[in-house]
């Protein structure tokens, strides 16, 4: 069994900070292509950030320079640090991962997710 839990989100206010985990377990081995996704009500899904199993890293630009990606294979657990957060990053974040993806933040591509937590960032 797969498992993706994702934690660390919360409120804040503009230009605050917050560090995201994702703790992957069962049939998620280290080396998955894994990605960060965000959904604002009444908009889609997109793509924030994902790591593919050499270690590479795609960042979208609307986060670039304020958001990181970053995982620990011992612990199997992906980050996201969000730094210098707008109120337009309110959303509900999700972690997916596979063991291989064609495109980064093509979320149909990803077998498994995580339940979300939840970012509200206030101005």
């Known amino acids: 069994q797969a498992l993706l839990v994702e934690s660390g989100g919360g409120s804040v206010q503009a230009g605050g900070s917050l560090r995201l985990s994702c703790e992957a377990s069962g049939t998620i081995y280290p080396g998955y292509f894994m990605g960060w996704f965000r959904q604002a009500p009444g908009k889609e899904r997109e793509g924030v950030a994902a790591?593919?199993?050499?270690?590479?890293?795609t960042v979208a630009d609307s986060v670039k320079g304020r958001f990181t990606i970053s995982k620990d294979n011992a612990k199997n657990t992906l980050y996201l640090q969000m730094n210098t957060l707008k109120p337009e990053d309110t959303a509900m974040y999700y972690c997916?991962?596979?063991?291989?993806?064609?495109?980064?933040?093509?979320?149909?591509?990803?077998?498994?997710w995580g339940q979300g937590t939840q970012v509200t960032v206030s101005s």
């Open positions: 790591l593919d199993g050499g270690g590479s890293t």
């Open positions: 997916a991962a596979d063991l291989w993806v064609g495109h980064p933040f093509g979320a149909h591509e990803y077998e498994y």
